[in-house]
């Protein structure tokens, strides 16, 4: 094999390591994420990105609070939109 695909399959098995993890590091987190490092270092600075330093210096986070965090502000699609409105009309419908 050669050497770029031996780096392929580390990176690879490196990344569904991480899959596995409930706590990861912060350059985890940014693979995980795919926010790059100066945005998370502005994240957890201004404390709008859920973390814990439990020694004062390195930084970890905890992957379910993550997903939350990642998810927040959903927005519907239009199908979805369409769907309300119709159960909506048919539920206020005037008899």
């Not at 990861?24 to 330093?53: Q, V």
């Not at 927040?72 to 005037?94: G, H, V």
Request: aromatic share 10%; proline share 2%.
């Amino acid at each position: 094999m050669n050497n770029l695909l031996i780096l392929e399959r580390l990176d690879r098995i490196e990344r569904l390591l991480t899959i596995s993890k409930e706590v990861l590091t912060f350059e985890e987190t940014c693979d995980y994420t795919g926010i790059s490092r100066s945005y998370l270092y502005k994240l957890t600075a201004s404390g709008n990105i859920p973390h814990s330093k439990p020694n004062g210096k390195m930084i970890f986070f905890e992957k379910k609070k993550l997903n939350i965090w990642l998810l927040q502000n959903s927005r519907k699609s239009n199908d979805e939109i369409e769907t309300e409105a119709i159960a909506y009309s048919f539920r206020n419908k005037r008899r």
